[in-house]
């Protein structure tokens, strides 16, 4: 099991501030042995980086992270 930040939430404070969430979807971890995952994660870190400080954090939804990266179900 990595002990490694597993998701941007588990670096964050209770209440973060916009600076502090940008900086830990930078610091995410991604998996290089998996070049389809880190595109993806980089896809949803850089939507996700783009909105928030558009919209701020907590206007802005998973679902419209998902779209502005192009991810679908």
Do not use: C, H, W
Not at 6 to 11: G, R
Not at 55 to 67: C, F, L, P
């Amino acid at each position: 099991m990595n002990n490694g930040p597993s998701a941007a939430a588990d670096l964050l404070p209770a209440e973060p501030t916009l600076d502090a969430l940008i900086a830990a979807l930078e610091r995410t971890e991604v998996a290089e042995s998996d070049p389809q995952k880190a595109r993806t994660r980089a896809r949803i870190a850089n939507a996700a980086t783009q909105l928030f400080r558009k919209q701020g954090y907590r206007k802005t939804s998973v679902d419209e992270i998902a779209r502005a990266a192009g991810i679908y179900k």
